[in-house]
């Protein structure tokens, strides 16, 4: 924090020259806004569909909280321009305030889910304090170091956290132990907190934060306090990720340190990179391809890990503006053919 470059090191100046030329994001016309709408009907169908396999049910709930925590993450990966590599804190923050709001206030779930991401929240004002006074690898690392601040208290935290063996018990309300209720609870959540997202991009926030990624010393000279707006673009990532994080705690009942270890930053990294970081459907594209690629690849072989890291390394190189950039890509050339 007092040295972030090193001791022998220089702190990076402000860049006098914008960043390269991206294409503004788009809201969304009537064949996307028509799609979307096929695909809820779809979510709201998928427990009917399978209610032979209970499993399926399970799977789609992952599915869900994954795309709010990737589409989160690239909340300040993309429009906000700053890259983390501690995400995974927030995420943790919000599913073991829910376990311990549950477990040791004994609040009832539905206070929880409201509660939780303000804990995330906190921490992301305390963290993000620091991280925007740096830029570029010295903020990515900032955060890492952050993250692992976390994941040490909860490992080693034995009389409140549970220490290695976490928290068990933390089960739904009653009205919601049956899967399939639980599932359509998560839709609510899941769409809601994503389409807030998104109007948030549209709005005066998300066009300042936009500015402050391309050209902090214009933003700057027009009024623009970037570092407040990065702050606060952190602070709301927070608040989505805790969400996510306090619906997962739920829906398995139990949580360990592995919810705010590295390697869970790591899956959100991989979700956004692998759907797009250009493209506002990016992450939900990229949480449901890699947790459903996941999930196949480690029912099936014993080297899943290898397994799964081929077929990332494969779908990268195909489709190197991920797969939705590719997809958008491909609809635009068709729609010039066309014209």
């Given at each position: 924090?007092v040295?972030?470059?090193?001791?022998?090191?220089?702190?990076?100046?402000?860049s006098?020259n914008?960043?390269?030329?991206?294409?503004?994001?788009?809201?969304?016309?009537?064949?996307?806004?028509?799609?979307?709408a096929?695909?809820?009907?779809?979510?709201?169908?998928w427990?009917?569909?399978?209610?032979?396999?209970?499993?399926?049910?399970?799977?789609?709930?992952?599915?869900?909280?994954a795309?709010?925590?990737?589409?989160?993450l690239?909340?300040?990966?993309?429009p906000?321009?700053?890259?983390?590599?501690?995400?995974?804190?927030?995420?943790?923050?919000?599913?073991?305030?829910?376990?311990?709001m549950?477990r040791?206030?004994?609040?009832?779930?539905?206070?929880?889910?409201?509660?939780s991401?303000?804990?995330?929240?906190?921490?992301?004002?305390?963290?993000?304090?620091?991280?925007?006074?740096?830029?570029?690898?010295?903020?990515?690392?900032?955060?890492?170091?952050?993250?692992?601040?976390?994941?040490?208290?909860?490992?080693?935290?034995?009389?409140?956290?549970?220490?290695?063996?976490?928290?068990?018990?933390?089960w739904?309300?009653?009205?919601?132990?049956?899967?399939r209720?639980?599932?359509?609870?998560?839709?609510?959540?899941?769409?809601?907190?994503?389409?807030?997202?998104?109007?948030?991009l549209?709005?005066?926030?998300?066009?300042?934060?936009?500015?402050?990624?391309?050209?902090p010393?214009?933003?700057d000279a027009?009024?623009?306090?970037?570092k407040?707006?990065?702050?606060v673009?952190f602070?709301?990532?927070?608040?989505?990720?805790?969400?996510?994080?306090?619906?997962?705690?739920?829906?398995?009942?139990?949580?360990?340190?592995?919810?705010?270890?590295?390697?869970?930053?790591?899956?959100?990294?991989?979700m956004?990179?692998?759907?797009?970081?250009?493209?506002?459907?990016?992450?939900?594209?990229g949480?449901?391809?890699?947790?459903?690629?996941q999930?196949?690849?480690?029912?099936?072989?014993?080297?899943?890990?290898?397994?799964?890291?081929?077929?990332i390394?494969?779908?990268?190189?195909?489709?190197?503006?991920?797969?939705?950039?590719?997809?958008?890509?491909?609809?635009d050339?068709?729609?010039?053919v066309?014209?």
């Amino acid at each position: 924090v007092v040295r972030p470059w090193g001791l022998m090191g220089k702190p990076q100046a402000v860049s006098r020259n914008s960043a390269p030329a991206e294409a503004p994001l788009r809201k969304a016309d009537t064949p996307l806004k028509i799609a979307g709408a096929l695909l809820l009907l779809a979510l709201l169908a998928w427990p009917v569909a399978t209610a032979n396999s209970p499993y399926l049910t399970v799977l789609a709930i992952d599915l869900l909280t994954a795309a709010l925590f990737a589409t989160s993450l690239h909340f300040i990966m993309g429009p906000a321009g700053m890259h983390s590599f501690g995400h995974a804190a927030y995420f943790g923050l919000g599913a073991y305030g829910a376990a311990l709001m549950v477990r040791s206030l004994g609040l009832p779930m539905e206070v929880t889910l409201v509660l939780s991401p303000f804990v995330a929240a906190i921490g992301a004002l305390v963290f993000g304090w620091f991280c925007v006074r740096l830029s570029g690898v010295y903020l990515a690392m900032l955060t890492l170091a952050f993250s692992q601040i976390v994941w040490s208290v909860v490992f080693q935290w034995d009389d409140f956290t549970g220490g290695s063996n976490g928290l068990t018990g933390v089960w739904p309300a009653p009205w919601l132990s049956d899967k399939r209720a639980y599932y359509y609870l998560t839709i609510v959540l899941v769409v809601g907190g994503i389409l807030l997202i998104r109007r948030a991009l549209f709005a005066p926030f998300g066009y300042a934060m936009r500015a402050g990624r391309d050209s902090p010393l214009r933003a700057d000279a027009i009024g623009i306090d970037v570092k407040r707006i990065q702050w606060v673009a952190f602070v709301v990532a927070a608040i989505f990720a805790g969400l996510a994080g306090a619906l997962y705690a739920f829906s398995k009942g139990s949580i360990s340190p592995d919810t705010v270890a590295v390697g869970r930053s790591v899956d959100g990294l991989v979700m956004v990179l692998l759907g797009g970081l250009q493209t506002l459907a990016g992450p939900i594209v990229g949480a449901v391809t890699f947790t459903w690629l996941q999930d196949a690849v480690a029912r099936n072989t014993d080297y899943w890990r290898a397994l799964l890291g081929g077929i990332i390394l494969l779908l990268v190189l195909v489709f190197p503006q991920g797969i939705a950039g590719f997809v958008g890509g491909l609809f635009d050339r068709m729609k010039k053919v066309n014209a």
